[in-house]
């Protein structure tokens, strides 16, 4: 059976995965021993197959994680690959649900469905129709609907509070020079508004937010051998895929961390709608739970240092919770 190899952090889990192995497809199924969750990865090679034979596939495959372990929930997505020679870190994400929705094994309810990543409002695609079916001509997306959607992840970019107003206007540019087909002065001028509500709300915020305490938290952190990363991606994949990528930079020095912490956007989304934030943590170079008990005490210490109040039970198995934490950070530049 042919496999990826592993992330680090990650558990790799030794399963056959029939409905992707009759199409030669990599399969990579994980679970982190300090997250309530699993990762099931399809990596179709030299050959793209249609959405519903994608869909058909992941919905099998997530069948027989579940099958495997249904005590957690399970994240399923896919990429493609032109050959079996190039690097899987250059392979294609196949979005065939949209930038809204994700394939997910529900452990409460033991349903294989979509999911709506939170914040986003882009309903789901049907993944069986032919693909570029109810498109424009050509396959490509309807212009309103693009517009909807890029207005919806500017939106997003200036609330989220990372990027300056000359930074969202250059991705912006960039999306509209790759064909993304949205209405560039429609969106330039939905930014304004947002920014200029978002510049009357923060007239009316403290001095000093809770963003900037965990500001300080997360640089007091770095100083002592924590890497703490802030928005790592868009889910716990991508936030340890992050991890990997600074701890293997060559300007990352050996043995400068020895754990780490992040959250990622839909966190953010959800500390937006007011259910505060959550961070997921975990030792550098072992899986010993004591070593990530270790870190997130540290963690814990850091953010009480800096004036949050974090939430714990202290079990290597539960993120680190911040319930009071207002989202209110104010846009640079």
Same mark, same amino acid.
């Given at each position: 059976?042919?496999?990826?190899?592993?992330? =680090?952090?990650?558990?790799?889990?030794?399963?056959?995965?029939?409905?992707? &192995?009759?199409?030669?497809?990599?399969?990579?199924?994980?679970?982190?021993?300090?997250?309530?969750?699993?990762?099931?990865?399809?990596?179709?090679?030299?050959?793209?197959?249609?959405?519903?034979?994608?869909?058909?596939?992941?919905? &099998? +495959?997530?069948?027989?994680?579940?099958?495997?372990?249904?005590?957690?929930?399970?994240?399923?997505?896919?990429?493609?690959?032109?050959?079996?020679?190039?690097? /899987?870190?250059?392979?294609?994400?196949?979005?065939?649900?949209?930038? =809204?929705?994700?394939? +997910?094994?529900?452990?409460?309810?033991?349903?294989?469905?979509?999911?709506?990543?939170?914040?986003?409002?882009? /309903?789901?695609?049907?993944? +069986?129709?032919?693909?570029? @079916?109810?498109?424009?001509?050509?396959?490509? /997306?309807?212009?309103?609907?693009?517009?909807?959607?890029?207005?919806?992840?500017?939106?997003?970019?200036?609330?989220?509070?990372?990027? =300056?107003?000359? &930074?969202?206007?250059?991705?912006?540019?960039? &999306?509209?020079?790759?064909?993304?087909?949205?209405?560039?002065?429609?969106?330039?001028?939905?930014?304004?508004?947002?920014?200029?509500?978002?510049?009357?709300? @923060?007239?009316?915020?403290?001095?000093?937010?809770?963003?900037?305490?965990?500001?300080?938290?997360?640089?007091?952190?770095?100083?002592?051998?924590?890497?703490?990363?802030?928005?790592?991606?868009?889910?716990?994949?991508?936030?340890?895929?992050?991890?990997?990528?600074?701890?293997?930079?060559?300007?990352?020095?050996?043995?400068?961390?020895?754990?780490?912490?992040?959250?990622? =956007?839909?966190?953010?989304?959800?500390?937006?709608?007011? @259910?505060?934030?959550?961070?997921?943590?975990?030792?550098?170079?072992?899986?010993?739970?004591?070593?990530?008990?270790?870190?997130?005490?540290?963690? +814990?210490?850091?953010?009480?240092?800096?004036?949050?109040?974090?939430?714990?039970?202290?079990?290597?198995?539960?993120?680190?919770?911040?319930?009071?934490?207002?989202?209110?950070?104010?846009?640079?530049?």
């Amino acid at each position: 059976m042919a496999h990826l190899s592993a992330p =680090s952090f990650f558990n790799h889990i030794d399963l056959a995965f029939p409905p992707a &192995e009759r199409l030669g497809a990599l399969t990579r199924l994980y679970h982190s021993p300090h997250q309530s969750l699993y990762g099931l990865h399809v990596t179709f090679v030299g050959r793209r197959p249609a959405n519903r034979e994608i869909d058909r596939v992941l919905r &099998e +495959c997530t069948a027989l994680a579940a099958a495997h372990d249904a005590r957690f929930n399970i994240h399923a997505d896919a990429s493609f690959l032109p050959s079996a020679a190039t690097d /899987p870190a250059a392979g294609q994400t196949l979005d065939i649900y949209g930038r =809204s929705h994700f394939l +997910c094994f529900d452990c409460k309810t033991g349903a294989i469905g979509l999911r709506r990543i939170p914040g986003t409002r882009d /309903p789901a695609p049907d993944p +069986c129709l032919p693909d570029g @079916e109810g498109a424009g001509e050509a396959g490509t /997306p309807d212009i309103d609907d693009a517009t909807e959607h890029m207005q919806s992840e500017v939106t997003e970019a200036i609330w989220y509070g990372f990027d =300056s107003p000359a &930074e969202i206007d250059a991705m912006i540019e960039i &999306e509209d020079e790759e064909g993304a087909g949205f209405d560039v002065q429609t969106v330039k001028a939905a930014v304004a508004e947002t920014l200029a509500s978002k510049r009357r709300a @923060e007239a009316g915020w403290p001095e000093t937010t809770d963003c900037d305490r965990l500001d300080r938290a997360f640089a007091r952190l770095h100083e002592e051998g924590i890497l703490a990363l802030q928005c790592a991606g868009n889910t716990m994949g991508d936030g340890m895929q992050w991890v990997n990528e600074q701890l293997a930079d060559p300007r990352t020095a050996d043995g400068q961390y020895t754990g780490f912490c992040f959250f990622h =956007s839909q966190d953010i989304d959800r500390a937006l709608e007011g @259910e505060g934030l959550q961070l997921a943590f975990g030792p550098v170079n072992s899986d010993e739970e004591k070593d990530a008990v270790a870190v997130a005490q540290r963690v +814990c210490h850091a953010l009480r240092q800096a004036g949050l109040e974090p939430a714990w039970n202290g079990s290597a198995d539960v993120r680190i919770r911040l319930p009071r934490l207002r989202w209110q950070r104010r846009t640079p530049g």
